[in-house]
C-alpha cells in the first residue's frame, strides 16, 4: 500500500470534497421548515362539532398502558352499547407510552391515547383542543378541580386555558397495608403522626418484614410516591401545585421539603425499602404485596378493585400521617389522562366516548369497580353501591377527607413533560445508592425543572 | 504433535464449562417460560405444573404469525436488492475501475464504522417526509442503504481477487461487460455472495434499532423489533415474556442449526475481511 | 454492522498492462472501448451510490446541520450555532455516557478477546475432535440470537432471585448478592458481562482458526527447547494471531461503543444514569425529549470518538498485517 500513498492520499482529498458537496446541497434551508403546517394547526381532522360516534362503522385507534384492565373493560363496555365502534387497541408500559407520547401523537395519531403530562404537548399542537366537546356537553359545571390538571394555557402553564384530555377517573395515593402483618407486629390502626409511621416500619424490620416495597428501579423513580406524601405532610399542597402547574417562581428547593426529603433519606438509610429498590419494577412491587412479603406499599387506588379481588379483607389503606397528630393532610390525586391527538381521524367519537366514561352508569361502575378510583363528572352522578369492608371503600372515603383538606396535588413527576425521566428517577435512585443528599436531591431537579420551562 | 493428557483434560474442561456458560441462559428462559404466568421465579426451579400454555398464550399475544410473514417482507425487500446493486458496484469497482473508482470506493467506506444511531435522528424526519414512517418501507430502504459500505467492500474484495486473465480471454473472444458478468464472474462469485446473503439476512433479521425508531406497529417489524415490543408490552410478566421470546429466537435458530457452516463461515469472513 | 480493513491487493494491479506495440488506430480504438467501458463501469455503481447517498450520507450531512439549531422536530428552528456543543461539554448525563461507553470497552471487547485467547490457546491441540466441532456451533449461538433477546435473558439472570444471585448463594458469597442491574455500582459492568457473553464465542473462534494456521513444527521446536505452556503462548500463539486479535478488538470495540439493544432492554440507561450509553442518549433526545439540535450534536460528537478509537486499531492491525 504504501507505494500508492500519494493516490491515495489525494482520493482521501477528492472523497471529502464530494462529501462536502453534498453537505452543501442540504445545507441550504433550516430544519422544520415546511412540513410542520399541518401539525402545528388544530389538526387534519375537521371537527364538525357533532359529537357522536354517528351510526356508520367506525374504528377508533387507542394506545393504552398495559397492565390495568380498566380501560378494556371501558372499551368492551362501549362497543356493547355502541355495536357500530370497534376499538383497536395496543398497548404498552407507561414508560413506553411516556417515551413514545410526541412521536405518536405527531405521526401515528390515536383517537384517544393514555397520557403522561400534557403541557409540552398541548404547547406544541399535539393534542385535540376539548374546549367545543366540554361545552357541548356541559364539562363545565363539574367540580373545576377534576379538569384544571389538564387544561393548558397560551404559555404552556397548567391550571387554565382550553381543555386539552380527559380523564378515566380521578385517583388518589396513600399508603396500603397488609393486614394480617399489621397485627403481627402490634399495629392496630394507622398511624396518626410521621413518628407513629416510622416506629411501625422500624417494628416490621424489626421483625424481619420489608417494610415498604416500592420500586424505583429502571425508567421509574417510584419513590417520588412517599416523598410527595411527606412533602405534603411538611409544606402545604397548594405550594406544590404551584411547582407542578409551573407558575412564576415556584421553587421546591425549600426549608420544608427539605425536611421532607431529608425524612425519605432517613428511611433509605434505616432499610426500611428493599434492598433492590433500584431494581424493582413496579408490577415486582405489586406481586411481592400480594405475596405478603412487604407491609406497605405506597400506591394509588387504581389498584383497590385488583387488591380487594387479590387479597380480599387483608388490606388497608391510609393517607400519609401529618407530622404532628390533627395536622392537615394532601394526597396525589390525578386524573387517569387520556387525549385525543390532534390529527386523529375520529375526534368526535372519542370525545363522546370519553363523556360516556363519565356520565354512563354502567361506565361509572367500572370505573369504581374494576378501576378502583372515583368516576369524573358531576359531584351528584350516581356512585355504585361498595362493600363497607372493601379497601375501595377506604380508598374512596380517603378521597372525601383529601377534598375537605383542601389536599388534592398534582403528582411532582409530572411537573414537566421529561422531569420524571430526566431528573427524578436519576437523582431518586442516586439518594437509594447513597450518592446524593436530600437537599441536593431538591436542588437538582429544581435546576433541570428551570432549564426545562427556560426551553 | 506432544500433547500431554492434562492439558487436553484441562482444555476440555474449560470447553465445555464455556459451553454450559453459553447454554445456560437459554435454559434458563426455557424454564421460566414454564412457570405460572405473572409470578417471578427464582433461579433454575422447574415448575410444580409446567405451564406449557404460556407459548400458545405467547404466540396469541405476539400475534407471531404476522411477525414472522413481517420479518420475510422485509428480509425480500432488503437482502436480494442489496446483494444485487452491491455486486455491480463491486463489480465495476474490483475489476473494471472505471476513472474516479478509488474516490468511490473511499467514499463508500467512510460509512463502514458507522453507528446506526449517527444518523437516525434525521432518517426519521426523512421517513416522515418521504410518508413512510410505520411501514416496512421505512425499514427496508434505510437499510439498503445502510448495508453498502460493507456489502460493496466485500463484494469488490471478491472481484479485486479475480485473476484478470479471465477477463482478457473473455475479451478476445469478443464478450461485453455484460456477458464477462454474467457468463463468466458471476458463477465464480457464489461463494462471496451466499456468505453477504447470510450476513445481511441476519443483520435484517436483528435489527432493533430502527424498528423501533421508524414503525410503531410490532407487526411490521423485523423480528428484533417485534420482541423489543413485546418486551414492552409484556415485559412485567416475566414468564409469558420468556415464552414470547423463547418463540421470536426458535425461527432464527432452527435456520442457523439447519446452515450452521455456512453460517459461522459467513461471520468469520465478515469479521476476517471486516 | 462489522468493521473494516481494507485488503492491499489493489497495489499489485497497474502493473499488468499492454506492452506490444500496435499501430496507432488499433490503440485509439482501444481508448475508445475503455471509455465506453468506463461509463458502462461507473453506471453499474449507480445504484449503490443512490442507496448510500440518500440513505447514509444525506443524513450524516443533515446530523451535522440540525446539530448547529435548537428544534423540537415539529415547528419552527432557530439557528444556535455551537451552542448544542457546549451544553454537551458542560452536561454530566452526555458527557457521562460516552465514560460508560468507554468503559464498555473493557467488558465488550478486552475480557472476551483475552479469555478467548486463553481458551483458543488451550483447545487449539484437539480443535479437530468432535467435542470442538460441536463447540462452534454452540458458541455461536448468541452471535446468531438478537442482542434484544440477550439483554431479556440477561435481565432474569442478573435479577435479585435471578440464577446468578442463586449460584452465588450455593457457593457461599451469598453476602455479595444483589440486583446487579439494579445496583448504581455493579450495572455497567453487569451489561457489560452480557456484552462478554455474546462476544465470546466470535473472539474465540476466531482465534481459533488463527492458530490453526500455525506451524505445529513450531510447537515440537519450542517443546524440545524445554519451553513451558506458558513460554509456549507468549512466544508462537500469541505473535502469529495478532491480526485475528487486530479484527477481534476492532468489531466488539464497535459494538461497545454503538451498544443500544442490551442497555435499551436490561436498564434504560439507569439506574442513576449508571448504565447510559450515547447511542441510548441520542435516542432519548431525539424521540423522547425531542431536543433534536442538541441529539444530533451528540451523533457529531459520537461518530468523532467511533472514528477516534477505531482508526488507531486498524492502523495497528494493518501493519502487523505486512
Known amino acids: ?455 | 504433535m506432544i500433547v500431554s493428557r492434562r492439558e487436553t483434560v484441562v482444555g476440555r474442561v474449560l470447553l465445555i464449562v464455556l459451553m454450559l456458560v453459553t447454554v445456560v441462559p437459554f435454559v434458563s428462559l426455557f424454564v421460566t417460560a414454564l412457570h405460572e404466568p405473572g409470578t417471578y421465579p427464582s433461579g433454575l426451579e422447574w415448575p410444580e405444573t409446567p405451564y406449557w400454555s404460556n407459548f400458545v398464550d405467547a404466540f396469541q399475544a405476539a400475534n407471531m404469525g404476522a411477525l414472522l410473514w413481517s420479518s420475510v417482507l422485509i428480509e425480500i425487500g432488503v437482502v436480494p436488492v442489496a446483494l444485487l446493486i452491491a455486486t455491480l458496484a463491486g463489480f465495476a469497482l474490483g475489476h473494471l475501475r472505471p476513472p474516479g473508482h478509488r474516490v468511490i470506493f473511499l467514499t463508500f467506506l467512510l460509512g463502514l464504522t458507522l453507528p446506526f444511531q449517527a444518523v437516525i435522528v434525521p432518517l426519521y424526519y426523512q421517513m416522515r417526509d418521504l410518508g413512510l414512517l410505520n411501514t416496512r418501507w421505512a425499514i427496508i430502504l434505510p437499510l439498503i442503504g445502510l448495508y453498502m459500505p460493507f456489502a460493496v467492500m466485500w463484494m469488490r474484495a471478491h472481484f479485486v481477487n479475480m485473476p484478470e486473465d479471465l477477463s482478457e480471454a473473455a475479451r478476445i473472444d469478443g464478450a461485453g461487460t455484460w456477458k464477462l458478468f454474467t457468463r463468466i464472474h458471476l458463477p465464480l462469485s457464489t461463494p462471496a455472495l451466499s456468505s453477504l446473503g447470510i450476513l445481511m439476512f441476519l443483520w435484517t433479521w436483528n435489527q432493533f434499532l430502527l424498528a423501533v425508531v421508524l414503525v410503531s406497529d410490532p407487526t411490521r417489524r423485523t423480528m428484533a423489533g417485534a420482541l423489543g415490543a413485546f418486551q414492552g408490552q409484556w415485559g412485567t410478566n416475566v414468564p409469558l415474556l420468556c415464552a414470547g421470546s423463547l418463540l421470536i429466537l426458535t425461527p432464527t435458530l432452527i435456520v442457523f442449526l439447519i446452515f450452521q457452516r455456512q453460517f459461522v463461515t459467513a461471520l468469520m469472513q465478515g469479521a476476517l475481511k471486516g | ?322
Not at chain 1, 334 to 354: M, V
Not at chain 3, 3 to 19: E, H, L, P, W
Not at chain 3, 108 to 130: E, Q, Y
Open chain 1, 1 to 455: 500500500m504504501s507505494r500508492t500513498s500519494g493516490t491515495s492520499r489525494r482520493a482521501v482529498a477528492t472523497a471529502s470534497l464530494a462529501l462536502s458537496g453534498i453537505l452543501a446541497l442540504t445545507a441550504c434551508s433550516a430544519p422544520g421548515g415546511s412540513t410542520t403546517d399541518d401539525s402545528t394547526a388544530d389538526g387534519g381532522s375537521t371537527a364538525s362539532g357533532d359529537f357522536t360516534c354517528g351510526t356508520d362503522d367506525v374504528t377508533l385507534s387507542a394506545y393504552i398502558e398495559t397492565g390495568f384492565p380498566l380501560a378494556t373493560a371501558l372499551f368492551d363496555e362501549f362497543s356493547a352499547q355502541h355495536p357500530n365502534v370497534t376499538i383497536d387497541v395496543r398497548e404498552d408500559q407507561f414508560a413506553v407510552i411516556t417515551q413514545n407520547a410526541p412521536r405518536v401523537l405527531a405521526d401515528d395519531p390515536p383517537d384517544l391515547m393514555r397520557l403522561p403530562q400534557v403541557s409540552d404537548l398541548a404547547a406544541d399542537g399535539l393534542l385535540y383542543d376539548l374546549e367545543d366537546a366540554a361545552a357541548h356537553f356541559g364539562w363545565d359545571q363539574w367540580p373545576g378541580s377534576q379538569l384544571e390538571q389538564m387544561r393548558v394555557d397560551e404559555n404552556g402553564r397548567r391550571g387554565n386555558g382550553p381543555l386539552y384530555a380527559m380523564g378515566l377517573n380521578f385517583s388518589m395515593t396513600g399508603i396500603f397495608y397488609n393486614v394480617e402483618l399489621a397485627e403481627q407486629i402490634g399495629m392496630t390502626e394507622p398511624p396518626a403522626t410521621l413518628a407513629e409511621l416510622d416506629a411501625v416500619m422500624q417494628a416490621a424490620k424489626d421483625a424481619g418484614i420489608t417494610p415498604m416495597a416500592q420500586f424505583n428501579g429502571g425508567a421509574t423513580g417510584g419513590l417520588a410516591f412517599p416523598l410527595q406524601g411527606l412533602m405534603a405532610s411538611y409544606g402545604e399542597p397548594a405550594d406544590i401545585n404551584a411547582w407542578t402547574f409551573q407558575q412564576p417562581n415556584a421553587t421546591i428547593s425549600t426549608p420544608e421539603y427539605a425536611r421532607a426529603a431529608e425524612h425519605l433519606q432517613r428511611w433509605v438509610e434505616a432499610g426500611y425499602f428493599a434492598p433492590d429498590v433500584n431494581s424493582l419494577d413496579y408490577s415486582m412491587m405489586m406481586s411481592r404485596f400480594i405475596d405478603g412479603e412487604s407491609l406497605f406499599i405506597f400506591n394509588g387506588d387504581w389498584e383497590s378493585g385488583n387488591l380487594d379481588t387479590q387479597m380480599p379483607g387483608n388490606v388497608g389503606f391510609f393517607l400519609v400521617p401529618p407530622v404532628e397528630d390533627g395536622g392537615e393532610v394532601g394526597a396525589m390525586s390525578a386524573p387517569l389522562t387520556y387525549g385525543i391527538s390532534a390529527r386523529a381521524a375520529n375526534p368526535e367519537c372519542a370525545a363522546y366516548f370519553l363523556d360516556w366514561v363519565a356520565t354512563n352508569d354502567q361506565a361509572r361502575t367500572i370505573a369504581v369497580e374494576i378501576g378502583g378510583s372515583h368516576p369524573m363528572g358531576p359531584a351528584d352522578a350516581f356512585m355504585p353501591e361498595i362493600s363497607a369492608d372493601s379497601v375501595t371503600a377506604q380508598t374512596l372515603a380517603a378521597g372525601a377527607t383529601i377534598g375537605e383538606d383542601n389536599g388534592a396535588m398534582e403528582f411532582i413527576a409530572n411537573a414537566t413533560g421529561a422531569i420524571y425521566a430526566t431528573s427524578w428517577t436519576p437523582n431518586l435512585q442516586k439518594l437509594v445508592a447513597g450518592e446524593i443528599d436530600a437537599a441536593t436531591l431538591l436542588a437538582t431537579v429544581q435546576a433541570d425543572y428551570e432549564s426545562q420551562i427556560g426551553n
Open chain 3, 1 to 322: 454492522m462489522s468493521a473494516t480493513r481494507t485488503t492491499g491487493t489493489s497495489g499489485v494491479r497497474g502493473a499488468v498492462g499492454t506492452t506490444s506495440h500496435s499501430q496507432e488506430d488499433r490503440r485509439r480504438a482501444l481508448r475508445a472501448r475503455r471509455l465506453r467501458r468506463g461509463w458502462v463501469a461507473l453506471g453499474l455503481v449507480v445504484p449503490a451510490a443512490v442507496a448510500y447517498a440518500v440513505f447514509v450520507l444525506r443524513p450524516l450531512a443533515l446530523t451535522v446541520q440540525y446539530s448547529f439549531y435548537k428544534w423540537n422536530g415539529v415547528t419552527e428552528s432557530t439557528w444556535v450555532g455551537l451552542d448544542n456543543y457546549t451544553r454537551l461539554l458542560g452536561d454530566a448525563r452526555m458527557l457521562g455516557s460516552i465514560g460508560n461507553a468507554l468503559q464498555l470497552i473493557v467488558y465488550f471487547s478486552f475480557i472476551p478477546v483475552i479469555l478467548g485467547l486463553l481458551a483458543a490457546a488451550t483447545i487449539r491441540k484437539f480443535a479437530t475432535s468432535r467435542l470442538a466441532l460441536v463447540s462452534r456451533t454452540v458458541l455461536f449461538l448468541p452471535q446468531v440470537i438478537p442482542l434484544v433477546a440477550a439483554g431479556i435473558m440477561w435481565t432474569w439472570l442478573l435479577a435479585t432471585d435471578g440464577l446468578v444471585n442463586e449460584l452465588m448463594r450455593a457457593i457461599g458469597l451469598g453476602g455479595v448478592t444483589r440486583a446487579w442491574l439494579g445496583d448504581t455500582n455493579t450495572a455497567l459492568p453487569a451489561v457489560g458481562v452480557i456484552g462478554a457473553w455474546v462476544a465470546l464465542g466470535l473472539c474465540l473462534i476466531l482465534l481459533l482458526a488463527g492458530m490453526s494456521k500455525i506451524d505445529p513444527a513450531l510447537y515440537e521446536a519450542a517443546r524440545i527447547d524445554g519451553a513451558g505452556a506458558v513460554r509456549e503462548f507468549f512466544s508462537i500463539t500469541l505473535p502469529s494471531v495478532r491480526q485475528e486479535v487486530g479484527v477481534a478488538v476492532t468489531v466488539t470495540v464497535i459494538s461497545a461503543l454503538a451498544a443500544f439493544d442490551i442497555v435499551y432492554i436490561s436498564t434504560q440507561g439507569g439506574p442513576a444514569n449508571s448504565t447510559m450509553v450515547p447511542g441510548l442518549e441520542i435516542y432519548y433526545l431525539g424521540f423522547f425529549s425531542r431536543e433534536v439540535g442538541q441529539a444530533s450534536a451528540l451523533a457529531v460528537v459520537f461518530m468523532a470518538l467511533v472514528l477516534a478509537v477505531v482508526l488507531p486499531i486498524q492502523r495497528l492491525t494493518r501493519e502487523d498485517a505486512r
